[in-house]
């Protein structure tokens, strides 16, 4: 038996706007379900009946579930969510989206946090073939490029891994 296994993302009031922010970037993102807070429970959690409780979507067919917690707890970079990217094309989209309104400091190598907290990489898929190349001259040429790097360069990071 396969089980599946979703991210659920913790707002504070606004997991709606983030689910459609998020799955307009994608090109096959869609908002699959929205539930509500109704009275029940109402005085344990404190929000108002008929407001955003959870909203389902799904980006590139990975489902997650954004859900409107209150400000108990943020977002950090322990956990990321990883955009494989064909071309820089690709990349500097996702890049310039997610970052806009994003936290400048959290720029490096690729990775960056969006206006929400959330925190994504976005790499090109030939990044995993040159660190892990066995000729190890070529991928520490790459990885010394990559870690100069914010919004990764293809082309610079293919230089530096061909010498």
């Given at each position: 038996m396969l089980s599946q296994i979703t991210p659920c993302l913790w707002f504070d009031g606004q997991a709606d706007e983030a689910?459609?922010?998020y799955t307009s970037l994608f090109k096959d993102g869609k908002v699959t379900r929205t539930q509500y807070y109704g009275e029940?429970?109402?005085?344990?959690?404190?929000?108002e009946p008929?407001?955003?409780l959870t909203v389902?979507?799904?980006?590139?067919?990975q489902n997650f579930v954004a859900m409107n917690g209150g400000p108990l707890f943020k977002f950090n970079e322990?956990?990321?969510f990883q955009i494989e990217c064909e071309d820089?094309?690709?990349?500097?989209?996702?890049?310039?989206?997610?970052s806009d309104g994003g936290d400048p400091a959290k720029q490096q190598c690729g990775w960056l946090g969006d206006k929400y907290g959330v925190s994504w990489q976005v790499v090109p898929k030939v990044l995993g073939g040159m660190l892990s190349d066995p000729d190890t001259a070529k991928s520490q040429r790459a990885f010394t490029a990559l870690m100069g790097m914010k919004k990764i360069d293809i082309a610079a990071l293919k230089t530096a891994y061909e010498g």
């Open positions: 689910a459609k922010f029940a429970g109402k005085e344990i959690h404190g929000q008929g407001s955003v389902e979507f799904e980006l590139n067919g322990a956990i990321s820089q094309e690709e990349l500097n989209h996702y890049w310039q989206k997610l």
